[in-house]
């Protein structure tokens, strides 16, 4: 398959902390890759830099063929990368049918806003919560919306920052039903996750971090196998 | 799937722009809220008739003020950024309005082209001092500080201007006080121009452009870009990750309320016939937040309608108050954002809706 992302040589520090220390990572068209390790290894800086949060000090990406490396944030969204956060970043004064229609308003391609909204409603399980105040949803619903509005601006790429962090076992499962579904639509999805069924779940392809680099990376049989990687997770060394 | 608007024929387009008279930016909806609001234009429109010219060109001077508290609306209620200088839009294109008729006259209607390039220079004004802010990443209370060190220097600037050196044309600055003997709203008409000095001309002038202005307002809230702007309140990050520019639209949105603020200023010069540096000064640049806040930013209509009431309760304090209206205007301030933060009006019109719906079960 063809590569939809390419990262050579990313680096980023602030001070004397190297939070990406000349990251060279790939990722094809149609995969679901999940990102992981210990906390303080750069996932979350990795995504940032990906969305132009952070300027690189060095390397280039490349995005479905173009270079974004000097691209704002808003422009990279244009292109077709989209992203869920950690903490929910709803609109939480505002209805769901409210979020929903600034995600989508711009993207219907001749189809009816109503229509939409409601296929995305069914889609994340929250019919009958259309006029519901977004933060008033339940911490897995609020997930789920935000993946909705993720999902509205027609991304080729889905970055996802942990996105079943709070959820029961149950939300957890759905959600990674629900990541499917939109990975068989031909969004190709990358995932920061800590919970390793979540990631059995859904990824094909793993990426081990850890300080910054890349340590590894693997099937999930192969990363699970992987000498070092509990090392570097427990801080043991008797694997 | 049904088809979206711009796929829509004209009528069909029409009609979706109507139905935007209505939507979740704006509070009040169908008969009983239409109804009421058509009464009260019509108890508006007949006010005249049953006052003197005097009260009615001072009604007037209420309806002028109204366009730029709607404004500090958009920016503030709807956009979130505190402006805090809308004065200075007001003072710019009041001066304009000055200097374009005293230079231009007011023959053939020249008057009305004034007011327009005056409301087209305040809302240019307003886009470059937007730019600055917002391309610049000012946020938060510091666009308060911006926005009220603008209009305070442009006070003090205007203030100095007493000089002969300090003329445009024919049209003398005239420093600390100010511009006068400009030409009131003049419109050309067979067998003689009719001069819309303050009484029922100009209030019915204002009453139209009042309502025109507030549905045209509504509108545009409840439109694409009016959802954008309640979303850039709300959480203006996520905004710039579902792949709008934020900056441009607050930008926008700080313009469309500057030209607002010029449309009251050049309609107040039109009115008094004179502009001062101190509309541009502390306690005018406070007023509108006052009104603002006290009837409810974050609605349209609540704002139309606490400014007027302010307005009015403004006036009666000062004939028969003196200096404590300020004093009582601050603690309004203050005892709004303490018990109904979202502002009187619309607490009382939610309370309303409660006991309607109430009525209905």
Same mark, same amino acid.
């Given at each position: 398959?063809? +590569?939809?992302?390419?990262? +050579?040589?990313?680096?980023?520090?602030?001070?004397?902390?190297?939070?990406?220390?000349?990251?060279?990572? %790939? @990722?094809?068209?149609?995969?679901?890759?999940?990102?992981?390790?210990?906390?303080?290894?750069?996932?979350? %800086?990795?995504?940032? @830099?990906?969305?132009?949060?952070?300027?690189?000090?060095?390397?280039?990406? &490349?995005?479905?063929?173009?270079?974004? &490396?000097?691209?704002?944030?808003?422009?990279?969204?244009?292109?077709?990368?989209?992203?869920?956060?950690?903490?929910?970043?709803?609109?939480?004064?505002?209805?769901?049918?409210?979020?929903?229609?600034?995600?989508?308003?711009?993207?219907?391609?001749?189809?009816?806003?109503?229509?939409?909204?409601?296929?995305?409603?069914?889609?994340?399980?929250?019919?009958? +919560?259309?006029? &519901?105040?977004?933060?008033?949803?339940?911490?897995?619903?609020?997930?789920?919306?935000?993946?909705?509005?993720?999902?509205?601006?027609?991304?080729?790429?889905? @970055?996802?920052?942990?996105?079943?962090?709070?959820? %029961?076992?149950?939300?957890?499962?759905?959600?990674?039903?629900?990541?499917? +579904?939109?990975?068989?639509?031909?969004? &190709?999805?990358?995932?920061?996750?800590?919970?390793?069924?979540?990631?059995?779940?859904?990824?094909?392809?793993?990426?081990? @971090?850890?300080?910054? %680099?890349?340590?590894?990376?693997?099937?999930?049989?192969?990363?699970?196998?992987?000498?070092?990687?509990?090392?570097?997770?427990?801080?043991?060394?008797?694997? | 799937?049904?088809?979206?608007?711009?796929?829509?024929?004209?009528?069909?387009?029409?009609?979706?722009?109507?139905?935007?008279?209505?939507?979740?930016?704006?509070?009040?909806?169908?008969?009983?809220?239409?109804?009421?609001?058509?009464?009260?234009?019509?108890?508006?429109? !007949?006010?005249?008739?049953?006052?003197?010219?005097?009260?009615?060109? *001072?009604?007037?001077?209420?309806?002028?003020?109204?366009?730029?508290?709607?404004?500090?609306?958009?920016?503030?209620?709807?956009?979130? !950024?505190?402006?805090?200088?809308?004065?200075?839009?007001?003072?710019?294109? =009041?001066?304009?309005?000055?200097?374009?008729?005293? *230079?231009?006259?007011?023959?053939?209607?020249?008057?009305?082209?004034?007011?327009?390039?005056?409301?087209?220079?305040?809302?240019?004004?307003?886009?470059?001092?937007?730019?600055?802010?917002?391309?610049?990443?000012?946020?938060?209370?510091?666009?308060?500080?911006?926005?009220?060190?603008?209009? /305070?220097?442009?006070?003090?600037?205007?203030?100095?201007?007493?000089?002969?050196?300090?003329?445009?044309?024919?049209?003398? /600055? *005239?420093?600390?006080?100010?511009?006068?003997?400009?030409?009131?709203?003049?419109?050309?008409?067979? =067998?003689?121009?009719?001069?819309?000095?303050?009484?029922?001309?100009?209030?019915?002038?204002?009453?139209?452009?009042?309502?025109?202005?507030?549905?045209?307002?509504?509108?545009?809230?409840?439109?694409?870009?009016?959802?954008?702007?309640?979303?850039?309140?709300?959480?203006?990050?996520?905004?710039?990750?579902?792949?709008?520019?934020?900056?441009?639209?607050?930008?926008?949105?700080?313009?469309?309320?500057?030209?607002?603020?010029?449309?009251? =200023?050049?309609?107040?010069? !039109?009115?008094?016939?004179?502009?001062?540096?101190?509309?541009?000064?502390?306690?005018?640049?406070?007023?509108?937040?006052?009104?603002? !806040?006290?009837?409810?930013?974050?609605?349209?209509?609540?704002?139309?309608?606490?400014?007027?009431?302010?307005?009015?309760?403004?006036?009666?304090?000062?004939?028969?108050?003196?200096?404590?209206?300020?004093?009582?205007?601050?603690?309004? /301030?203050?005892?709004?954002?303490?018990?109904?933060?979202?502002?009187?009006?619309?607490?009382?019109?939610?309370?309303?809706?409660?006991?309607?719906?109430?009525?209905?079960?």
């Amino acid at each position: 398959m063809s +590569e939809i992302l390419k990262v +050579e040589g990313l680096r980023k520090a602030f001070g004397g902390v190297v939070v990406a220390n000349g990251i060279d990572f %790939s @990722l094809s068209a149609g995969a679901m890759h999940c990102l992981i390790g210990p906390n303080g290894a750069g996932k979350s %800086s990795f995504f940032r @830099l990906l969305l132009g949060e952070h300027a690189p000090d060095a390397g280039t990406i &490349t995005f479905d063929g173009g270079d974004i &490396t000097g691209l704002r944030s808003f422009q990279r969204i244009r292109r077709g990368i989209s992203v869920k956060f950690q903490v929910p970043g709803i609109f939480k004064a505002l209805s769901v049918r409210q979020n929903l229609e600034v995600a989508f308003q711009d993207h219907l391609h001749g189809h009816s806003l109503d229509a939409t909204i409601r296929e995305m409603l069914e889609f994340t399980d929250l019919q009958g +919560e259309e006029m &519901t105040p977004a933060g008033i949803l339940s911490h897995g619903q609020q997930q789920w919306l935000e993946i909705a509005m993720a999902v509205g601006v027609e991304p080729k790429l889905l @970055l996802l920052d942990e996105p079943t962090a709070g959820m %029961s076992p149950d939300e957890t499962h759905k959600t990674g039903e629900m990541l499917h +579904e939109l990975n068989a639509r031909g969004i &190709t999805i990358l995932a920061v996750e800590h919970d390793m069924a979540f990631v059995e779940q859904i990824a094909e392809r793993v990426t081990v @971090l850890h300080f910054g %680099s890349i340590f590894t990376e693997g099937t999930i049989a192969e990363i699970i196998d992987h000498p070092g990687v509990q090392e570097i997770y427990l801080g043991t060394s008797d694997v | 799937m049904t088809p979206t608007s711009s796929t829509l024929a004209p009528r069909s387009r029409a009609r979706v722009l109507l139905a935007r008279l209505e939507g979740p930016q704006t509070m009040g909806r169908g008969p009983a809220f239409w109804g009421t609001a058509f009464l009260a234009v019509a108890a508006a429109a !007949a006010y005249p008739l049953m006052a003197d010219a005097w009260t009615v060109g *001072n009604a007037a001077y209420f309806l002028i003020w109204t366009f730029m508290a709607m404004g500090l609306g958009v920016v503030w209620g709807y956009a979130g !950024a505190l402006s805090f200088g809308q004065t200075a839009f007001f003072g710019f294109a =009041g001066y304009a309005y000055g200097v374009l008729t005293l *230079n231009l006259g007011a023959a053939y209607g020249l008057t009305f082209v004034a007011l327009a390039l005056s409301v087209a220079f305040g809302g240019l004004f307003a886009l470059v001092i937007g730019y600055f802010m917002f391309y610049g990443r000012i946020q938060g209370v510091f666009i308060g500080i911006v926005t009220l060190s603008v209009t /305070l220097v442009l006070e003090t600037f205007m203030a100095q201007t007493a000089g002969p050196q300090w003329r445009i044309g024919e049209a003398r /600055l *005239n420093g600390f006080n100010g511009m006068s003997g400009m030409p009131p709203l003049t419109l050309p008409w067979f =067998g003689g121009d009719i001069l819309l000095y303050p009484g029922p001309s100009l209030y019915y002038l204002l009453l139209g452009l009042v309502v025109v202005c507030y549905l045209g307002l509504r509108i545009m809230l409840n439109s694409r870009f009016g959802n954008v702007l309640v979303a850039i309140r709300e959480n203006p990050h996520r905004v710039g990750m579902l792949g709008y520019d934020v900056r441009l639209y607050q930008m926008l949105a700080f313009g469309i309320g500057g030209a607002f603020a010029a449309l009251s =200023g050049a309609l107040y010069t !039109a009115w008094g016939q004179y502009i001062t540096p101190s509309s541009m000064g502390l306690t005018s640049a406070a007023l509108p937040i006052v009104w603002v !806040a006290v009837g409810g930013r974050r609605d349209i209509t609540a704002t139309l309608i606490g400014t007027l009431v302010v307005l009015a309760g403004f006036q009666s304090l000062t004939i028969y108050g003196s200096q404590y209206a300020l004093v009582v205007m601050g603690t309004l /301030l203050l005892l709004t954002v303490l018990a109904a933060p979202e502002g009187l009006v619309v607490g009382a019109m939610k309370l309303l809706g409660r006991v309607f719906q109430r009525s209905k079960r």
